[in-house]
C-alpha cells in the first residue's frame, strides 16, 4: 500500500515539474518572439492626474456613458502628434464596458476652438502606448501590443492615414525589428487603484 501511495506523489510531483517546464518554454517563446526590437530608448510617462471635464464630456459622448454608470477610470496624456506645437490628447478607458479580453479602448483628441475634436478611436488597447519618432502623413507612428482573444502577441504599427489612425491595431503590420525611438504613454500600473474614476 506504502509503494502504491509513494509512486502517486511521485506521479503528482512529476506532472507538476512537466507542467511548470511547458509554462516556462511557452513564456520564454514569447519573450524571444519580441528580443530582435529594441525598446531601450523608450522613455516612458505617466498619465495626468487631475481630472478634465471637458475630456469626460467629450470621451463619454463617443461611447454614450454616463457618469458613475458603468465603473470606468481614465487616463490620458497630451502629447504633440503633428509637430504643431500644439499637444493632442490620448485618453485610455478602462472598465468592463469598455474593455475585452483583447484590451480597452482609447481614444485621441484635438483641441479646435477649445473644444475636444476626435481624431481616432481604437480598440484592443494595451499600455503603454509607445508614441514613435517616425511619421507618415506628418503625424506620429503609434506602437501598440497587442495580445489576448486568441491573438498572437506581437508589437503592431499604427500609421495616419491623412484623416484619422486604424480602429483595431491587431490587424495592422508588425512592428519591424531594430531600435525603437520614442515615448511610452500611459505607462501606470493600470493592476493597481490608479486612473481617475469618471
Not at 35 to 53: A, F, G, V
Request: glycine share 8%; net charge neutral.
Amino acid at each position: 500500500m506504502k509503494i502504491k501511495y509513494t509512486f502517486l506523489l511521485l506521479s503528482l510531483i512529476f506532472a507538476s515539474f512537466s507542467f511548470e517546464m511547458k509554462a516556462n518554454i511557452v513564456y520564454a517563446s514569447q519573450d524571444t518572439q519580441h528580443s530582435e526590437i529594441d525598446l531601450s530608448n523608450i522613455t516612458y510617462i505617466k498619465s495626468e492626474t487631475e481630472r478634465d471635464i471637458e475630456l469626460e464630456e467629450a470621451f463619454s459622448k463617443v461611447y454614450n456613458l454616463k457618469r458613475g454608470e458603468h465603473k470606468i477610470k481614465y487616463y490620458y496624456n497630451r502629447i504633440d502628434l503633428n509637430n504643431d506645437k500644439k499637444p493632442e490628447t490620448f485618453v485610455y478607458l478602462s472598465g468592463p464596458y469598455v474593455c475585452g479580453t483583447g484590451g480597452c479602448s482609447g481614444l485621441i483628441f484635438q483641441e479646435v476652438d477649445d473644444e475636444y475634436k476626435l481624431v481616432s478611436r481604437f480598440s484592443l488597447v494595451r499600455t503603454p502606448i509607445i508614441i514613435q519618432e517616425k511619421m507618415t502623413n506628418g503625424w506620429k507612428n503609434i506602437m501598440m501590443y497587442v495580445a489576448g482573444g486568441g491573438i498572437t502577441p506581437s508589437y503592431k504599427e499604427l500609421k495616419f492615414n491623412g484623416e484619422t489612425y486604424p480602429l483595431n491595431p491587431s490587424v495592422q503590420p508588425d512592428v519591424k525589428n531594430g531600435k525603437i525611438k520614442g515615448v511610452g504613454i500611459i505607462s501606470d500600473d493600470i493592476s493597481e487603484n490608479t486612473g481617475i474614476k469618471f
